[in-house]
């Protein structure tokens, strides 16, 4: 990985530039720079084939001025330590900035999952479980899904870790099954959270896709509650015209939410491809296409693209729901969106960031648009440590009142100081995070 491109380097040039305008301490930013815990762990695990392989795996937890450090696993051939760590900053700012009482953490092991049997993915999910097992738990680090892990690998990651300790301990990791404790709206949440601020982004620019009238109606937690069968909260896309980079479980849900929703989904990707229709894709279509062919190409009625493809394709709305660095100093001026709502972690470069400013194009970061998912694992997180559990309705309630606010706090920073929303958006996350750090003292 080059130094331009390596994902830490990126999150700390992020820091250094709001740190600036926020006046931080030396000693604040400095603390601040660097994660509070490392845990590389290497293990072996038992193949199919009778042969021992090794693995090696990572736990980062960045910071937990806040509150318990709270970030996903995930399983990917390309997990680096420095990978690793910028994730786990960037949870930090995360929880920050739409409030939420966390810290950041993240962790990975090197692996094919693709090419790995469902006994492989469970032995190595125990082991590396139980390697990382002191410096987890429900007061001090809770997991979660992310690359190439679900449900069920958290699964097995709380019952590991609740042999270990001898009883049940369900708040260990959220992102789990219904009937082990998992909550209602989880699977759906990074991509609904997005679905929201992506439309608070069309509906407070000049974009606009609905009347003033209709939008003095507009519904939060706060107001009212939402119509009976409406968990999309009274958002309406008016043929909105969105490109999603990235048909995984945010891209694709989200594609799904917009689209019945009114928009018109006209792009998406994966990992082998793209593909485009102007006059907009069935997404029910396209999943059922990709869940029997392993690819959304191929798709009948839809011109084949190349993955990156889809992310220079003329549009009201760009979904990046892939991996890190994906719109770079060379393809950030092909970039025809109105609004890049960063669904993945990291897919904008710095160098990127700017060329898209002088552009025009309102960026909404990732630390805010994907922030659906920490904010329900957060509501999960609560449920199972209550042991009472909350509907539907009341989750995605509660997480649209959430980034609503998130996106009004960060707008607001924005008018303010005259910045971009990313710069925007971290100023608010790391203003909180250095207050609480200086509030609470340094120890001893």
Same mark, same amino acid.
């Given at each position: 990985m080059t130094e331009e491109l390596n994902p830490f380097k990126i999150a700390q040039q992020q820091l250094d530039k709001v740190a600036g305008l926020l006046n931080l301490k030396k000693g604040i930013h400095e603390y601040l720079r660097y994660p509070h815990r490392e845990l590389t762990v290497n293990f072996p695990v038992?193949?199919?084939?009778?042969?021992?392989?090794?693995?090696?795996?990572y736990r980062v937890q960045y910071n937990n001025a806040r509150g318990p450090c709270k970030g996903g696993i995930r399983y990917h051939w390309n997990v680096s330590l420095d990978e690793v760590r910028a994730l786990?900053?960037?949870?930090?700012?995360?929880?920050?900035?739409?409030?939420?009482?966390?810290?950041?953490a993240k962790g990975g092991v090197i692996c094919n999952p693709k090419e790995m049997s469902q006994g492989e993915l469970e032995r190595m999910t125990r082991r590396f479980t139980a390697e990382i097992s002191p410096i987890i738990g429900p007061e001090r680090d809770i997991p979660a899904p992310d690359v190439y892990t679900d449900a069920q690998t958290m699964a097995w990651i709380m019952d590991t870790y609740s042999m270990i300790k001898g009883y049940s301990v369900p708040g260990v990791v959220t992102g789990k099954p219904l009937h082990i404790g998992g909550s209602l709206g989880r699977n759906e949440a990074t991509a609904r959270g997005c679905m929201f601020v992506v439309r608070?982004?069309?509906?407070?620019?000049?974009?606009?896709?609905?009347?003033?009238?209709?939008?003095?109606? /507009?519904?939060? $937690? =706060?107001?009212?509650?939402?119509?009976?069968? @409406?968990?999309?909260?009274?958002y309406h896309f008016d043929d909105t015209v969105v490109a999603v980079q990235g048909f995984g479980n945010a891209g694709s849900i989200a594609a799904k939410l917009i689209s019945d929703k009114g928009g018109r989904i006209i792009a998406v990707s994966d990992s082998k491809g793209g593909i485009l229709n102007k006059?907009?894709?069935?997404?029910?279509?396209?999943?059922?296409?990709?869940?029997?062919?392993?690819?959304?190409?191929?798709?009948?009625?839809?011109e084949n693209l190349e993955p990156k493809a889809v992310l220079e394709v003329k549009c009201d709305v760009l979904i990046p729901a892939a991996l890190e660095n994906q719109i770079t100093k060379e393809n950030a001026d092909n970039i025809k969106a109105k609004i890049v709502a960063e669904a993945a972690n990291g897919?904008?470069?710095?160098?990127?960031? /700017?060329?898209? $400013? =002088?552009?025009?194009?309102?960026?909404?970061? @990732?630390?805010?648009?994907?922030?659906?998912?920490?904010?329900?694992s957060y509501f999960e997180w609560v449920q199972s440590l209550q042991s009472f559990f909350w509907s539907e309705r009341d989750v995605n309630m509660r997480l649209k009142g959430i980034m609503v606010k998130a996106y009004d706090d960060v707008t607001g920073m924005c008018q303010t100081e005259n910045v971009d929303m990313r710069t925007g958006a971290?100023?608010?996350?790391?203003?909180?995070?250095?207050?609480?750090?200086m509030h609470r003292g340094i120890f001893p």
């Open positions: 038992k193949m199919d084939n009778g042969d021992i392989k090794e693995f090696t795996g786990a900053a960037w949870m930090t700012w995360k929880t920050a900035v739409v409030g939420i009482p966390y810290g950041g608070e982004a069309l509906q407070k620019t000049d974009y606009k896709v609905c009347s003033p009238e209709e939008w003095r109606q /507009r519904e939060t $937690y =706060e107001d009212k509650p939402l119509p009976d069968g @409406d968990e999309g909260g009274g006059d907009g894709l069935d997404i029910d279509a396209v999943l059922e296409h990709k869940a029997s062919t392993g690819t959304v190409q191929g798709f009948e009625g839809a897919p904008t470069t710095p160098e990127a960031d /700017r060329i898209l $400013y =002088e552009k025009g194009i309102t960026v909404i970061p @990732d630390i805010l648009a994907n922030a659906g998912g920490v904010t329900v971290y100023m608010v996350a790391v203003q909180r995070v250095a207050d609480a750090i």
